[in-house]
């Protein structure tokens, strides 16, 4: 009658642990993409293998940093897909293409390097070296050194 004895609905992905870390390294990147939008080239830029691996590797740095254990590929694309679908809904059509388009993209040397880059900014910012990630709105914006 008054619904005390109804099933509760599921609860969302991000109240999971492994959920929430992901949430939250989206929320410190979409300021940067918030920043960046008015950049020149900024979808091309968005596209490129810099940037894809520049968020693996930071949604990856922050789950290793939370002490999350993956398990397997299919966690581990499920939860780069949660962050990316956070991080670009306003800039993709297709979170989930572009997620796997990216995973794809692992052994090229662009790719590689920015998943390095992107991890470790993560971990300055978490270990307090860095007070903001900053290198993803200095690539859209051309600062030297950026990528």
Known sequence: MFG???????????????????HGAANLLELALMISRSADNYQAKLHSPFVRG????????????????VQGDEQ?????????????????????GYTLESLRLQGDPAFDAAQKAGGEEYFEFYTGKARTPVLLSGYF??????A
Not at 4 to 22: E, L, N, Q
Not at 57 to 69: R, S, T
Not at 76 to 96: I, R, S
Not at 141 to 146: D, E, I, N, R
């Open 76 to 96: 581990f694309f499920a939860l780069m897909l949660m962050g990316h679908a956070q991080l670009l809904a306003k800039d993709v059509p297709d979170p989930t």
């Open 54 to 69: 520049y968020f693996i590797g930071f949604f990856d740095a922050a789950l290793q940093c939370a002490g999350i254990e």
């Open 4 to 22: 005390f004895f109804k099933k509760k609905p599921p609860a969302p992905a991000t109240a999971s642990p492994d959920g929430r870390i992901v």
């Open 141 to 146: 914006h051309g600062a030297p050194g950026a």
